[in-house]
């Protein structure tokens, strides 16, 4: 069972920084693609970051370019979102995707690319 399970959440004020993380199985995490998505009641889920399985190439929504930055680390079976001068509009429920491998060495930008999902967790910044 590959089940995503992410961790960091919580409230902050705007300008502040917040790192979220999410933890996959060791025997796959290094192949697997990862994403992080959010979602704020009545509207769509939406890419936030994406990295490949390599670690090298990675991918940023417009809304969050410059501000966040995800990143993985292999010993530890994680993948970082760090997020830094937060605004009020990127409060969200924040999931983490992963993707099983495929040909190729490319990050993945949609919720229908993701084949597992974490539970989630909210992220809530104050103005």
């Known amino acids: 069972q590959v089940e995503p399970v992410e961790s960091g959440g919580g409230w902050v004020q705007a300008g502040a920084s917040l790192q979220i993380s999410c933890t996959l199985s060791?025997?796959?995490?290094?192949?697997?693609?990862m994403g992080w998505f959010r979602q704020v009641p009545g509207k769509e889920r939406e890419i936030a970051a994406a990295?490949?399985?390599?670690?090298?190439?990675?991918f940023y929504a417009d809304s969050v370019k410059g501000r966040f930055s995800i990143s993985r680390q292999y010993a530890k079976n994680t993948v970082y979102l760090q997020m830094n001068n937060l605004k009020p509009e990127d409060t969200a429920v924040y999931y983490c995707?992963?993707?099983?491998?495929?040909?190729?060495?490319?990050?993945?930008?949609?919720?229908?690319?993701?084949?597992?999902w974490g539970q989630g967790t909210q992220v809530t910044v104050s103005s």
């Open positions: 995707a992963a993707k099983p491998p495929e040909h190729g060495n490319r990050y993945y930008t949609g919720v229908q690319d993701y084949d597992y």
């Open positions: 990295i490949n399985w390599r670690g090298d190439n990675t």
């Open positions: 060791g025997r796959i995490f290094g192949t697997y693609s």
